[in-house]
């Protein structure tokens, strides 16, 4: 039985690690132990950081409404719980976005609620 050579696999396994170590600073672009742990590294830092963005993104959300709200005399907490109250479903993605690019519908929005 001929001995199965195994070359092919591991240089291909080494070049997806080189390859998506292309552009890292010295030695962890080009040993392949160095570039490894880096790799790993990325990899776990970016695995993390998507679930980070998303509660960095709901605080500037928040903040955001809060600047808006406050403007027109009314806190943010008061202003999320009238609008569950009058059973508005606005997520504050849009509400934030509404007070960033169009303040007047926003101030609109505002005082029908309090009524």
Request: no cysteine; charged share 30%.
């Given at each position: 039985m001929p001995k199965a050579?195994?070359?092919v696999a591991?240089?291909?396994r080494r070049k997806k690690i080189l390859k998506a170590?292309?552009?890292?600073?010295?030695?962890?672009?080009?040993?392949l132990k160095t570039a490894k742990e880096s790799v790993e590294r990325a990899r776990l830092?970016?695995?993390?950081?998507?679930?980070?963005?998303k509660r960095e993104f709901r605080k500037l959300?928040?903040?955001?409404i809060n600047a808006a709200t406050r403007l027109h005399g009314m806190s943010y907490s008061q202003?999320?719980?009238?609008?569950?109250?009058?059973?508005?479903?606005?997520?504050?993605k849009i509400l934030s976005d509404l007070a960033v690019s169009d303040p007047n519908a926003f101030a609109n929005l505002v005082q029908n609620i309090q009524k």
């Open positions: 050579k195994s070359s591991s240089r291909r170590a292309k552009g890292y600073w010295g030695g962890k672009s080009k040993l830092y970016s695995y993390r950081d998507r679930r980070v963005k959300w928040i903040t955001r202003f999320m719980h009238l609008l569950h109250t009058r059973n508005i479903h606005l997520n504050r």
